[in-house]
């Protein structure tokens, strides 16, 4: 990454510092909604971060492999170590779902920015 850069990486962290403080605070303190409430907010997150990802200019599969293992180790911290939380294997569903769709709209921008330039 050159000097001029490194900018790109801030939404990045900061998004990854955040989600990752949402994802393993005590289950008690997050609000309740409608049944399956939570897929929508996983998938949510995980847009954030594939798109803040591919803002920093890592490339589609550098995204999906961080991603998936990043999904993985949140949901075995809290079915392990956040209090009143519990792991899903539909959670981390979710965060896939959440990743094709960050993907998704960062090459929808990436080729608009593309075409304005070449216009």
Do not use: N
Not at 43 to 67: D, E, G, K
């Amino acid at each position: 990454m050159s000097g001029s850069s490194w900018y790109r990486v801030v939404p990045l962290v900061l998004a990854t510092i955040t989600i990752t403080f949402m994802l393993l605070t005590p289950g008690g303190t997050v609000p309740s909604g409608p049944p399956h409430t939570d897929k929508v907010t996983h998938a949510a997150m995980f847009a954030v971060l594939a798109y803040c990802s591919r803002y920093a200019r890592l490339s589609p599969i550098v995204t999906v492999a961080w991603l998936v293992v990043y999904g993985i180790v949140t949901e075995i911290l809290q079915a392990t170590v956040a209090v009143r939380r519990s792991g899903s294997f539909w959670d981390w569903c979710a965060d896939l779902v959440g990743v094709a769709i960050g993907l998704a709209i960062a090459a929808c921008i990436d080729r608009r920015v593309r075409s304005g330039r070449t216009q």
